[in-house]
């Protein structure tokens, strides 16, 4: 995994801090507070191009929809097909929460 380089005690306290917000809204106050627009807007677009890629979506089709850069729609891509599994991780969970709420 490329995130072990930063693994300690500050990245630590983060995913602490993100792992005990209770709700949506106090997720945004929070990433208010420590994300610029710009920064928070850039990993949604990302969540974003992963789930529109896992549903078959072409490129062309995922950067007129998102806006995302080919650059971005690759790199996410690539984390897909083999990066650490985070992204397959949250759209499962996301699919999972779909399917219970209809």
Do not use: H, P, W
Not at 6 to 26: H, M, T, V
Not at 32 to 51: F, G, I
């Amino acid at each position: 995994m490329q995130i072990d380089k930063l693994r300690g005690e500050q990245l630590d306290q983060l995913f602490d801090a993100i792992l005990s917000l209770k709700d949506r809204e106090e997720c945004y106050q929070f990433f208010d507070d420590l994300a610029t627009m710009n920064e928070v807007q850039a990993l949604a677009q990302r969540l974003s191009v992963a789930k529109m890629l896992d549903e078959g979506e072409t490129y062309q089709e995922i950067a007129n929809q998102s806006k995302a850069s080919t650059a971005t729609i690759s790199r996410v891509k690539r984390c897909l097909q083999y990066g650490s599994g985070g992204y397959r991780i949250v759209l499962d969970r996301l699919s999972g929460q779909q399917k219970e709420d209809k």
